[in-house]
């Protein structure tokens, strides 16, 4: 099991930090509701949604939000919910991955490769990126959960894959079909219960940039992210300390 990476491995959030909260929580109501819809509304039986509930959770999402989602789901109400994947590449070549939740396909795409366009990329065919990220589960915990050896060591135990560990906080990897269990094995340990669970895009290396290719690219992954169709970004840019700075 590998240690701490200096590799920047960058999953962007959507929108300015005075609008993240709802619209995370209206992407966590969308993810409940579409694995009630595509399995049993019971947690215990369907594993994608005990998954989504775990996600919101660790985002303190109330209870009632998550009960609602749930009956939406249950109700027939993401019928005309898609879940579809795009890949391209920005600047430099770096390679992103653009995940959607729409009820629009025609429209996600459109505004998804007119948002590539106008940024310096483009899309590519399925599979033309996905081969440079590993599908794995995420944990993530504050770094006030333990220092980098206590969070290892709990790691180990449960079962995980890997550990990155900063002053930003712990991310603990797992093979995506293992998420759950190592994600209930954690919580029982000192660590307590998770900062963020998620099923990610994790780069198996990252693609250096220059200060310009850098500022565009920053410039495409925040209108993707903001597009109110997409629900994550994942891209494998390495960037150095200063223009992780100005991406800031």
């Known amino acids: 099991m590998a240690g ?13 930090q005075d609008k993240l909260r709802s619209k995370l929580f209206s992407k966590l109501s969308r993810d409940i509701t579409l694995a009630a819809k595509q399995g049993l509304p019971d947690p215990s039986a369907n594993a994608k949604l005990r998954l989504a509930i ?10 009632d939000n998550i009960e609602r989602a749930i009956k939406k789901g249950a109700a027939g109400e993401a019928d005309n919910m898609e879940e579809i994947r795009y ?9 992103v991955i653009v995940e959607v939740l729409t009820d629009n396909r025609n429209r996600a795409a459109a505004n998804v490769r007119t948002i590539f366009g106008k940024n310096g990329g483009n899309l590519g065919e399925s599979g033309s990126v996905s081969f440079m990220f590993d599908r794995l589960g995420q944990i993530a915990y504050p770094a ?4 980098e050896d206590a969070v290892m060591e709990a790691a180990i135990e449960a079962g995980a894959q890997d550990v990155e560990s ?8 797992t093979a995506f079909e293992d998420l ?5 094995a954690l919580e029982a340990t000192k660590l307590g219960a998770p900062k963020g669970v998620a099923i990610v895009w994790k780069a198996k290396s990252g693609t250096p940039v220059s200060d310009d290719d850098s500022a565009t690219l920053l ?13 994550n970004v994942y891209s494998n840019v390495d960037l150095t300390d200063e223009q992780a700075g100005a991406e800031a």
């Not at 930003?168 to 990897?173: A, Q, R, T, Y």
């Open 4 to 16: 701490h990476s200096k590799f920047k491995n960058i999953q962007f959030r959507k929108g300015k």
């Open 144 to 147: 006030a959960a333990g220092s």
């Open 166 to 173: 900063s002053e930003d906080g712990h991310l603990i990897f």
């Open 87 to 95: 890949e391209g590449f920005g600047p430099g070549g770096v390679g």
């Open 219 to 231: 410039k495409l992954l925040d209108a993707l992210d903001d597009d109110d169709d997409v629900s």
């Open 54 to 63: 775990a996600a919101a959770r660790a985002e303190s999402m109330p209870k």
């Open 180 to 184: 759950s269990a190592v994600a209930e």
